[in-house]
């Protein structure tokens, strides 16, 4: 069971050898957690994080991500136990855990997952036992809903991110910014200040138009 676990991290992971894997999942405070994941009564979900530590990647073991932080984290795989609660993980772990991955981005590849797999799954679902056609449809307009949310909530951060890519062309406003912050009040930044800071702005405002008039992401207005 520890192999195949370690097995699944290492053919998902490139950046971490599969000897490696071994080595870090065997340490004595990753494999109580394992084994814990493992046994009777463990906890439902296991992540295994690809990371870097002191400039190295690197690989965390953890039950509840959010321990990390803000730590940079890239892959993450996710096992999820498929059996009742009390009973251990046999040797038959591939039907007793369900293996998964994500992308660095966790928003993106859910949206992803949810559109591209877990919807076309639902709606070929025949066996919805005592459900309605009424209380099915209901549910299939949510879950629609909910995946154009999501597509939303994507395309916001593509635009978000695609605003922090600067033209190399454009001046460097840094020390201007420090000249402005040393004026008096009142005092009349100087005409090359104020035209590199015009410049500057004007590319972003551009970059916004373009960027909206192909991407609706559907805020109320642009500060949102």
Excluded: Y
């Amino acid at each position: 069971r520890h192999m195949w676990l370690a097995k699944r991290v290492s053919h998902s992971f490139s950046t971490i050898t599969s000897d490696q894997v071994e080595k870090i999942m065997l340490r004595s405070e990753n494999l109580e957690k394992v084994d814990a994941f493992l046994g009777p009564d463990g906890p439902n979900t296991m992540f295994c994080l690809a990371t870097e530590l002191n400039g190295r990647a690197s690989l965390v073991v953890t039950f509840d991500v959010r321990e990390l932080g803000s730590t940079p984290v890239g892959k993450t795989m996710f096992f999820v136990r498929n059996i009742p609660p009390a009973k251990k993980v046999s040797e038959d772990i591939c039907r007793d855990v369900i293996a998964g991955q994500f992308g660095a981005d966790v928003i993106k590849s859910f949206s992803v997952m949810l559109a591209n797999i877990h919807v076309p799954l639902i709606t070929a679902e025949d066996t919805w036992g005592l459900i309605s056609q009424d209380e099915r449809r209901a549910f299939f307009s949510l879950v629609s809903r909910f995946a154009m949310s999501l597509t939303d909530v994507v395309e916001t951060i593509d635009f978000r991110a695609s605003m922090k890519l600067q033209d190399p062309n454009l001046p460097d406003i840094t020390t201007e910014l420090d000249k402005i912050a040393g004026l008096a009040d009142m005092e009349t930044p100087p005409a090359e200040t104020l035209e590199k800071l015009t410049q500057v702005a004007a590319h972003w405002k551009a970059a916004a138009e373009a960027f909206l008039d192909h991407h609706d992401p559907t805020l109320e207005s642009f500060q949102d």
